[in-house]
């Protein structure tokens, strides 16, 4: 049966609900009136580090890069090479970018054993701080960085989980919302890739500094690297937390000395909501790359960095006829796989650090929270840290009482 539009979006609840999210986020992003560029220094200058470089290049109106840290000469030489870091002073030592009172904020992109040092560090100096996912090595960790920025509820602490700041993920959080899948029972996240993940070293003696994601002291893993990413969504769309979680995984192809393994699986259960969540990631084959896929009694949604189909169930394509409740477009647009896709308005997408450094301004002008904060971050590393321990120990690991925060 076909339905009129607007009948459609008034049966459906679009009307009042305002799943057209593209409206709301361009109103987020929107600079404060009395606002002035935040003076910002990076700590730590590899991939990750740089790469934010690039896009606070972007955004010049909002940031003023006036600080570089690094303790590897060559890094900082190439982060100077980026657009505003040729104007940055540079340090080798965090703690003496962290005394300088020209810098209001700062990016942490450490090695992950690091992150809770830093960030402590950054918090007891007055600093904004932005700290790169997983927010913490540990869950003792996350706790104690919950409790620290508690004690200063004037200073921002944002966790970099940049995928989910894209509208089409806040699209999606909405259509979970709005029962477009139903109730959802299962969640499948790959993160797969057919390569070392190693970078060149230039000598011997920088191996486990340059490499440290491949060893168990400083690294996480393919869970806390990749996997942290998917886990995190999870726990903000359903606001949840897994209660079970069991894991295995080895050094299953690259024989090359490193600790942390090259092919692992995850499996949690979300009791409350009724949830099974499968995570995997391996470095021996990358035709899945990125999947991630959210399945329920009404349809599935299917998801990439940057695209979105929903594939509705064969009863649920009775109500729409031929409105496309997804989009708002009069006629349903379907894909050769008979998916709708996922549309977030005319504009392309960006990065999603774009999104996720405009949060970031806007937090710590309002102060407010932003969408991913240290409370969202300590459940991702919680999350994280007990898929490891299933993982390495070969164990069940289960969520305890003291990891719930607000």
């Not at 606070?56 to 003023?64: A, H, N, P, R, V």
């Not at 657009?83 to 002073?89: I, Q, R, T």
Request: net charge neutral.
């Amino acid at each position: 049966m076909d339905f009129p539009r607007r009948d459609f979006l008034k049966k459906t609840g679009l009307l009042t609900s305002g799943l057209l999210l593209h409206q709301e986020l361009a109103a987020a992003f929107v600079t404060p009136v009395a606002a002035g560029k935040l003076k910002i220094g990076i700590i730590g200058c590899g991939d990750r580090g740089t790469g934010l470089l690039k896009i606070l290049q972007e955004l010049t109106d909002k940031f003023e890069v006036v600080a570089l840290c690094d303790d590897l000469p060559f890094r900082l030489t190439a982060a100077q090479k980026i657009g505003s870091g040729a104007k940055a002073k540079t340090y080798t030592d965090y703690h003496a970018l962290l005394d300088a009172h020209i810098v209001d904020a700062v990016i942490i992109s450490v090695p992950l054993n690091l992150h809770f040092q830093v960030a402590k560090d950054a918090l007891a100096a007055g600093k904004q701080v932005y700290l790169e996912k997983t927010m913490t090595y540990d869950i003792p960790q996350a706790l104690e960085l919950v409790r620290l920025a508690q004690l200063r509820p004037n200073q921002t602490l944002q966790v970099g989980h940049q995928y989910r700041y894209s509208p089409l993920y806040y699209r999606v959080k909405e259509m979970i919302k709005q029962g477009y899948l139903g109730k959802v029972t299962q969640i499948d996240c790959r993160w797969d890739r057919n390569g070392s993940w190693r970078r060149p070293v230039p000598e011997p003696s920088l191996e486990r500094k340059i490499n440290w994601r491949m060893y168990r002291e400083y690294s996480g893993g393919l869970a806390a690297e990749l996997l942290s990413h998917q886990m995190d969504f999870i726990n903000w769309a359903f606001d949840t937390h897994a209660d079970e979680v069991f894991g295995t995984g080895g050094i299953d192809y690259y024989k090359d000395g490193r600790e942390t393994y090259d092919n692992v699986q995850v499996m949690a259960r979300y009791a409350k909501e009724g949830i099974v969540g499968n995570f995997g990631a391996t470095c021996g084959n990358a035709r899945d790359g990125y999947l991630f896929k959210l399945k329920g009694t009404k349809g599935t949604i299917s998801l990439l960095v940057d695209e979105g189909v929903y594939y509705p169930e064969k009863d649920t394509l009775k109500q729409y006829g031929t409105v496309d409740g997804v989009t708002g477009a009069t006629k349903i647009t379907w894909n050769k796989d008979g998916g709708i896709p996922i549309t977030t308005g005319a504009e392309p997408l960006k990065d999603g650090s774009w999104y996720a450094l405009n949060d970031f301004y806007r937090a710590v002008n309002e102060k407010k929270l932003p969408d991913s904060n240290v409370f969202t971050g300590a459940r991702a590393a919680c999350t994280v840290h007990l898929a490891n321990k299933a993982i390495y120990n070969h164990t069940i690991e289960k969520w305890q009482p003291e990891y719930n925060l607000t």
